[in-house]
């Protein structure tokens, strides 16, 4: 004779309650869809930048005006790459210089691209609304404002 063990179904309920299981089954929960990824901002299109005039500043001196750009004689010509993240001109030996934009913001109508090339900090503002640009290069000796136009490369 087999020895059965007979239990009640108040029993197996009771067990499988402190099992974590219940009688009742439940339809799987439904996942809410991944939140879709935010569009990746839109740049704007590179700017062809002529910056026509500047002013050097040295500690203990008035500003002055400034003839060149660092080594570029002014007018000079700038393309800033918005999606590249670089600023590029071509140098006096004709081959091209290119300095990384290292952080790019906007607010409103106004980009505002910074960088650092060679221990001299640089900025760059420009307006989406207007063709007006100010460049804005520091050191540890100097500080160089120019002014200038941008166009939308076409």
């Known amino acids: 004779m087999r020895n059965l063990v007979k239990f009640s179904p108040a029993a197996i309920a009771v ?50 005006p400034a003839k060149t750009l660092g080594e570029l004689p002014l007018p000079a010509r700038v393309l800033v790459h918005f999606e590249d993240q670089v600023l590029a001109t071509v140098g006096p030996n004709g081959l091209p210089h290119i300095s990384k934009i290292a952080d790019l913001s906007s607010s409103g109508d106004i980009v505002v691209a910074q960088g650092v090339d060679g221990g001299t900090g640089w900025m760059l503002h420009a307006t989406s609304n207007d063709d007006e640009v100010t460049f804005v290069a520091a050191s540890d000796d100097f500080i160089l404002n120019a002014f200038g136009t941008c166009k939308p490369v076409e």
């Open 15 to 64: 067990a499988l309650v402190l099992s974590g299981q219940s009688l009742a089954q439940e339809a799987p929960a439904t996942q809410p869809p991944p939140a879709a990824m935010p569009a990746p901002p839109t740049m704007p299109a590179p700017y062809d930048c002529t910056l026509t005039e500047a002013v050097i500043c040295k500690a203990g001196a008035t500003c002055t």
